[in-house]
């Protein structure tokens, strides 16, 4: 069992603070300080006494802090945060500015074994999970640099919903009223469609936001662009969705990222608003972000605006989100595309 108490929910906390001789009641200080005060060292947990903080020393706990190796700026104010691991992996997270809206974009994993044939993490195989304490952190990290997060998206290395259980926690973490305090409709997981978790989701207390990736509208092309979908293909993953949305009674995005000539005609356009109509949901047009050893292009602006339009005439409330970061590898398919491997 991992001796991070960044890693532990209240409720372990408890278990951890009595065995150490400590008052049950006082894991929830326990918890607010390291992620709402943000202290590093069991010395500093005041409120605990300094012979249950020694015993906490004694039996290993410590508190971990992601190390962060770089942070790049474009000219368009996304920032790239890449982080070192302690096994060598390296994790990049993106904050992303609209408005008022600061939204941080976090990895779940190191690498990825989707292998969307679009994304440049899935080029880079599947090291590990990152921990709860580590998707967290890097909310953290970022707001220690200066920008204070709204908004919460796991849709940076990695399949959120291969990493349940990590992932899960670290919605918790974020969202507990005595951390972080982010609420749960700002806290949105997004999936390339694996089925089962999502409706094991939908069976959880908790319903973040749900993103899925979608990105074709047959399930011919979509397994060749995500091989996910061979094991669950649209019909599948929709009727997941379906079950996510009745108990979360909450509006769903899809995202689309528009490929040149492989999945931006009219008729893509058509198929799209018959397989959603069933749906409270809004769509994502991603423009393509071409990274280094890609094949495809960008689907050209107006073939993008005269998609956007037959789905807004269709009733399918519709946003076009324009390439972001991408000088500095960060926007959206891209993240890796700098990382060792
Ligand atoms: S798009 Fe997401 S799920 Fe697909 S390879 Fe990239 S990180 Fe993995």
Known sequence: MSKDLKDKTPA??????????????????????IHSKGVGDISQISPLGKAVRAEL?????????LALSRRLIDPDGTVKYTFDLSDGGVIESVVLLDGRRRTLCVSTQVGCAMNCVFCATGKLKLRRNLTAAEIVDQVYSAENDGTRITNVVFMGMGEPLANYDAA???????????????????????????????????GEDIHPRLAISLNATTDELRT?????????P??????????????????????????????????????????????????NLIEY??????????SGTDKIEQFREALSKAGIETTVRFKMGQTIFAACGQLGASCSK
């Open 12 to 33: 372990e906390l408890e278990e951890i603070v009595t065995a150490c001789g400590g008052k049950k009641y006082l894991a929830g200080s326990v918890f607010s300080f």
């Open 57 to 65: 020393v004694q039996q290993g706990y410590f508190i971990s802090k």
């Open 168 to 202: 899960l926690k670290s919605v918790r973490i974020l969202n507990d009223p005595a951390g972080r305090n982010i609420g749960i409709r700002h806290l949105t997981v997004s999936t390339c469609g694996i089925a089962p978790a999502i409706r094991k989701l939908a």
């Open 224 to 232: 060749k662009l995500m091989p996910v979908n061979a094991k669950y």
């Open 234 to 283: 649209i019909k599948a993953l929709l009727d997941a969705v379906e079950t996510y949305q009745f108990r979360a009674k909450e509006r769903v995005t899809f995202e689309y990222v528009m490929i040149k000539d492989l999945n931006d005609s009219l008729e893509h356009a058509e198929r799209l608003t018959k397989l959603l109509r069933r749906f409270k949901c809004n769509i």
């Open 289 to 298: 972000n071409p990274h280094p050893g890609c094949k495809f292009k960008a």
